[in-house]
Every structure is written in C-alpha cells, then in structure tokens.
Antibody, heavy 118, light 109 residues
Framework: QVQMVQSGAEVKKPGASVKVSCKTSGYTFTNYRIHWVRQAPGQGLEWMGWINPNSGGTSYAQKFQGRVTMTRDTSIGTAYMEVSSLRSDETALYYC???????????WGQGSLVTVSS | QSAPTQPRSVSESPGQSVTISCTGTSSDVGGYNYVSWYQQHPGKAPKLMIYEVTKRPSGVPDRFSGSKSDNTASLTISGLQAEDEADYYCCSYTGNNWVFGGGTKVTVL
C-alpha cells in the first residue's frame, strides 16, 4: 500500500533553515510528482511547489522562489523540502502529497510541524 | 497569484444539499479543466474528493459532485450527512503551478 511518512516536528529560530523529508513506499517513486503544501494554525492550505522525482525538475510558487529548495533521493524513495530564512509567521504544518497527474493529489503525508520562534 | 475565492462557511440540515463555489480568473479556474476538491477533517490530512472538475476517485460517495462554469467551479454535496462536516478546499492549475482556494467550513446543523 502507498505510504508517505514525513519527518518529525522541528523548532527553529527566525532566520534559520529547516529541511523536511517525505519517505515514500508502495509505488514507483519516480513515476509521480510530489507537491508540498503548508497550513498555518487555523488557516487554509497553501501550495508551495512540486518536484519531479524522475528528472529532479522543480517549480515553486512565486512567493517562495529563492527560499525554498526541493530535492529527492531516488535510491531511498524520499523527497525533501528546505526552507531558508524562516520567519515567525511561517509556523505551520508542512505536507507532502503524491500527484497522480494534473492536480490529483491522492496520497498525503501526515504533515511535519515546523515551529518558528525565538 | 491570488487564491480563488470560496465562501468562508455554509451550513445545512442533514439530508439537504449544499454547494460550495470557487471563483477564480481566466488564468486559473476558468482557463483549465484541472480543478480538484479536498475535504479536511480537524487534525487530519486533506482527502481528494473530486479531480479534473467532475471526476470522483473510487471510494468517494456519489453524493459529491463537481462542475464548472466560466471562472467558477462548484462542489455539491447532496444528501448531507454528519460526517460531511469538514473544511473543503478547491485547487486549480494556473499553468505550471497550482493554487488553493481559501477554504469553506461546512456545518451540518
């Protein structure tokens, strides 16, 4: 069965960086894009970007350009997302999601809570 | 890229129908037939309910249906049940990227 297991909670100071992982299993990792979506406490979903695990190609939402980097390790079926220069208002649950194609996000990770606080 | 607009909340009695709108622009909702809908219960990850405007994944009850007219996509829940109480988000393709709507809280009275 398809599983997407994310790394645990992190606490970071403003200005620091965080790297979140998303380990997949139960399907061929390189066949489907992975998207990253975040949700601040009590707020809505915000799309951040995607990575093509086959080619390593990426696309980021404009507001994250230059501060977000998505990578992958095909040998272990894991995708990563790093956010730099964190601000306190970026405390959020960060999700990874598999895209079957054209925005069909059928499997989601459990979310990784990133708390940004001084 | 601005988020498509959704009503903040809708409510209805069990057995009735509700329709949630997702209003964007010709650059997102109106420009492509790639609108999906997600249901999210408190403390849970989102769940895919509708994709490509009208298609329903296996396992999703046929009480859920999607449609689109011009720049507005809609999700209709017929025969509302208690377990349908949740937040619902639309998501639209924008040409290489994606954008979520602001979300709608559905309350079953």
């Amino acid at each position: 069965q398809v599983q997407m297991v994310q790394s645990g909670a992190e606490v970071k100071k403003p200005g620091a960086s965080v790297k979140v992982s998303c380990k997949t299993s139960g399907y061929t990792f390189t066949n489907y894009r992975i998207h990253w979506v975040r949700q601040a406490p009590g707020q809505g979903l915000e799309w951040m970007g995607w990575i093509n695990p086959n080619s390593g190609g990426t696309s980021y939402a404009q507001k994250f350009q230059g501060r977000v980097t998505m990578t992958r390790d095909t040998s272990i079926g894991t995708a990563y997302m790093e956010v730099s220069s964190l601000r306190s208002d970026e405390t959020a649950l960060y999700y990874c999601a598999r895209d079957l194609g054209w925005g069909k996000f059928d499997y989601w990770g459990q979310g990784s809570l990133v708390t940004v606080s001084s | 890229q601005s988020a498509p607009t959704q009503p903040r909340s809708v409510s209805e009695s069990p057995g009735q129908s509700v329709t949630i709108s997702c209003t964007g622009t010709s650059s997102d909702v109106g420009g492509y037939n790639y609108v999906s809908w997600y249901q999210q219960h408190p403390g849970k990850a989102p769940k895919l309910m509708i994709y490509e405007v009208t298609k329903r994944p296996s396992g999703v009850p046929d009480r859920f249906s999607g449609s689109k007219s011009d720049n507005t996509a809609s999700l209709t829940i017929s025969g509302l049940q208690a377990e349908d109480e949740a937040d619902y988000y639309c998501c639209s393709y924008t040409g290489n990227n994606w954008v979520f709507g602001g979300g709608t809280k559905v309350t079953v009275l």
